[in-house]
């Protein structure tokens, strides 16, 4: 299984920015899939984890009402839609997968198997 982030970029405050992680050797939703940012000198921080098998979605309270996910069969791919973005919200976004499927929404890095290689998103106020 092999995740590709994209879509990052150098954005103002209250700006809106789509990454995408595409997927390849697994289709995509089959398990529970997640996002998660690491800010400089920070752990790896728990954005949102998705199950699309059980139409679930939890987001961290930080981005809670900013952000939106949804997966395309046809790309193979899930997106992450942030909108309201704030300076808070830099930082480098790793989609990942799980190889089994949860019945709760997963926050923990060591819940998921596969990683994307991450996306640079930076948030200037």
């Known amino acids: 299984v092999q995740l590709q982030a994209s879509g990052g970029g150098l954005v103002q405050a209250g700006d809106s920015l789509n990454l995408s992680c595409a997927a390849s050797?697994?289709?995509?939703?089959?398990?529970?899939m997640g996002w998660f940012r690491q800010a400089p000198e920070k752990g790896r921080e728990f954005v949102v984890a998705?199950?699309?098998?059980?139409?679930?979605?939890e987001p961290a309270g930080s981005v809670r009402g900013r952000i939106t996910v949804s997966t395309d069969d046809a790309k193979n791919t899930l997106y992450l839609k942030m909108s309201s973005l704030k300076a808070e919200d830099t930082g480098l976004y790793y989609c990942?997968?799980?190889?089994?499927?949860?019945?709760?929404?997963?926050?923990?890095?060591?819940?998921?198997?596969?990683w994307g290689q991450g996306t640079q998103v930076t948030v200037s106020s």
């Open positions: 990942a997968v799980a190889s089994r499927r949860y019945y709760y929404t997963p926050p923990s890095v060591a819940d998921y198997d596969y």
């Open positions: 050797g697994l289709p995509i939703g089959t398990y529970a």
């Open positions: 998705f199950l699309r098998y059980a139409n679930r979605v």
